[in-house]
């Protein structure tokens, strides 16, 4: 774990160095550095000797089965939107964004004469809260949300000065809380105000479509019978079509960086 988090963040002064990127020549491979969770996996599979054979050999950190996984997963899904993908899973596990964020200039997003004006790489970030549990509109969660849409917006703004442009991926809303009030919804709206204001790409997300029943409870038939007994785990079908969502958004960006 020590380990994992020094990894950490020695990546997180020296993003260029860590993550994929080039020298400015146009290629045809999109180099993709992916930080945070390992992505949802539609089924239980075995990762591929091969697939984890490349995800050791490229990551800071020994690569787990989720790692290679999510390699995996993304660069399929990028395939099938023409994207072709070198993947390279960067902190997969063992430490928080704010570990990342803190671990340079005390937390403080770059000034605005660091910016680079061509990026010549591409991140994926998949960060989500400590606590995925509590609602949204509690004290300590409205606390935690600001904190994390403060870190995400200086990742990203750290990410645009070592050249590399970041996708954020938004989580698959969860129905355990009333619509609007899940942790799942918090980190959506934190995400996204964060993509925005730094010039990211939020990815990924599913459209809700809110229907209203006799007693003014509000239910997303997007999702309604789709996330298990616990309400919180989204069936193949939900996952499948937030990595589509994904690569469909990511693969334009992408394809425009590539002919640069």
């Given at each position: 774990?020590?380990?994992t ?7 997180a ?14 290629s ?9 969770n390992?992505?949802?996996q ?23 089965d ?5 390699v ?11 994207v ?9 596990n ?5 570990a ?7 937390g ?7 910016f680079k ?11 989500q ?19 994390f ?12 000065v ?8 938004l989580?698959?809303?969860?129905c355990?809380?009333p619509?609007g ?11 996204t ?15 809700a ?21 616990d ?24 394809k ?5």
């Amino acid at each position: 774990m020590k380990k994992t988090i020094a990894a950490a963040l020695a990546c997180a002064a020296v993003l260029a160095a860590c993550g994929g990127g080039g020298d400015g020549t146009p290629s045809s491979t999109a180099k993709i550095s992916y930080y945070g969770n390992p992505l949802r996996q539609a089924a239980t599979t075995t990762a591929t000797a091969k697939v984890a054979a490349v995800a050791r050999a490229a990551s800071d950190a020994p690569a787990s089965d989720a790692a290679a996984q999510t390699v995996q997963t993304l660069t399929q899904a990028l395939a099938a939107q023409g994207v072709t993908a070198d993947v390279t899973p960067q902190v997969m596990n063992g430490t928080t964004l704010h570990a990342l964020i803190m671990g340079e200039n005390n937390g403080l997003p770059p000034t605005q004469d660091q910016f680079k004006t061509d990026p010549n790489g591409f991140i994926v970030a998949n960060f989500q809260l400590d606590d995925m549990v509590t609602r949204n509109d509690d004290p300590a969660q409205v606390a935690a949300l600001a904190q994390f849409q403060q870190d995400l917006y200086t990742f990203i703004q750290r990410a645009h000065v070592a050249g590399k442009l970041t996708f954020v991926i938004l989580p698959i809303r969860t129905c355990d809380q009333p619509f609007g009030k899940s942790a799942a919804d918090g980190v959506i709206q934190a995400a996204t105000t964060a993509a925005s204001l730094s010039s990211g790409y939020a990815v990924g997300g599913l459209s809700a479509n809110v229907v209203m029943d006799a007693n003014g409870v509000a239910t997303d038939t997007v999702t309604a019978g789709h996330m298990g007994a616990d309400c919180r785990t989204p069936d193949a079908s939900l996952i499948n079509m937030a990595n589509q969502n994904m690569a469909e958004r990511m693969a334009p960006v992408l394809k425009d960086g590539l002919s640069k």
